[in-house]
């Protein structure tokens, strides 16, 4: 059981505007901010979103993040094949003196 | 290019010990923190442990503490895990990260370099 929740799949036609969201609580989500990363199968997860909002060079605009109170959002827009990947948040949780990630969320461009 | 290559993964019995390697290159080693994060198969990605860029903060999960020690040399621009008593739960696939924020801990600058990862099975 993670201590952020995702939902365990989405799914969207090409074209189309996809939300991820991700619930944690007052000591993770609720005072930290907040990181997305994207899973590839076969490679190696990949920063998309940092510091709730943040896009790495390199990462396209159709990607963005928010927050808000204990709850994220990842939003891709103009939904692509090559999106088809796993998406977890990841945030510091001040409680438990540690970082923590969602289960990750299985997005599928149908 | 920023690159990590991680090494040392293996199938071990339950009990014993494994030392995991990370080499790092393209980017200044010593001027970054660095993390450890697992992934057991059909889980979520766990965070197993972070250093400092100049080793005087580390920091582990509760489920390894006592068990893995971190470590980094900075003249070799690499970054080991020593892992004892491992268990079968620590099964995974180990990757090797970089904070994304020069001299910083904190989380806000995300994990923005990761190797391919490493596999440890612990099995009898």
């Known amino acids: 059981q993670s201590v952020l929740t995702q939902p365990p799949s989405v799914s969207g036609t090409p074209g189309q505007r996809v939300i991820i969201s991700c619930s944690g609580s007052?000591?993770?989500?609720?005072?930290?901010?907040v990181n997305w990363y994207q899973h590839l199968p076969q490679t190696a997860p990949k920063l998309l979103i940092y510091g709730d909002n943040q896009r790495p060079s390199g990462v396209p605009d159709r990607f963005s993040g928010s927050k808000s109170g204990t709850s994220a959002s990842l939003a891709i827009t103009g939904l692509q094949s090559e999106d088809e990947a796993a998406y977890s948040c990841?945030?510091?949780?001040?409680?438990?003196?540690?970082?923590?990630f969602g289960g990750g969320t299985k997005l599928t461009v149908l | 290019e920023a690159l990590l290559v991680e090494s040392g993964g293996a199938l071990v019995q339950p009990g014993r010990s494994l030392r995991l390697s990370c080499s790092a290159s393209g980017f200044t080693f010593e001027s970054y923190a660095m993390y450890w994060v697992r992934q057991a198969p059909g889980k979520g990605l766990e965070w197993v442990s972070t250093i400092s860029y100049n080793s005087e903060y580390i920091h582990y999960a509760d489920f390894v503490k006592g068990r893995f020690t971190i470590s980094r040399d900075n003249a070799k621009n690499s970054l080991y895990l020593q892992m004892d008593s491992l268990s079968t739960e620590d099964t995974a696939l180990y990757y090797c990260?970089?904070?994304?924020?020069?001299?910083?801990?904190?989380?806000?600058?995300?994990?923005?370099?990761w190797g391919q990862g490493t596999t440890v099975t612990v099995s009898s």
């Open positions: 007052s000591s993770n989500i609720g005072t930290n901010t």
């Open positions: 990260t970089k904070n994304g924020g020069l001299y910083s801990n904190s989380w806000y600058y995300g994990m923005d370099v």
């Open positions: 990841a945030a510091w949780d001040d409680t438990l003196g540690s970082g923590v």
